[in-house]
Nanobody, 115 residues
Framework: QVQLVESGGGLVQAGGSLRLSCAAS????????MGWYRQAPGKQRELVTA???????NYADSVKGRFTISRDNAKNTAYLQMNSLKPEDTAVYYC?????????WGQGTQVTVSS
């Protein structure tokens, strides 16, 4: 089993920044991909960004140039730096990690961007 603990959400004004963290613990030999999804009220959960174990990231078009994902493999932790936040970024952000064929989810952290 893998447990994920997220932190760093909160309320910020448009144009501001937040940094999310996702720390994994448990029966981990090697985490493959780490990523962040988000779900806004009344909308489906969507992939925001993900990064491979080797450090190759991909981003949704809506966040390219504003969000940066990184990871520390020694700490089994992923980070999401969010800059130039917009009201439409408001959502619950969920960490997701893949260990071989299994996916694990964090509990979610609320990000609210006021206009």
């Amino acid at each position: 089993q893998v447990q994920l603990v997220e932190s760093g959400g909160g309320l910020v004004q448009a144009g501001g920044s937040l940094r999310l963290s996702c720390a994994a613990s448990g029966s981990i030999f090697s985490i493959d991909d780490m990523g962040w999804y988000r779900q806004a009220p009344g909308k489906q959960r969507e992939l925001v960004t993900a990064i491979t174990r080797g450090g190759s990231p991909n981003y949704a078009d809506s966040v390219k140039g504003r969000f940066t994902i990184s990871r520390d493999n020694a700490k089994n932790t992923a980070y999401l730096q969010m800059n130039s936040l917009k009201p439409e970024d408001t959502a619950v952000y969920y960490c997701n990690v893949r260990v071989r064929a299994w996916h694990y989810w964090g509990q979610g952290t609320q990000v609210t961007v006021s206009s």
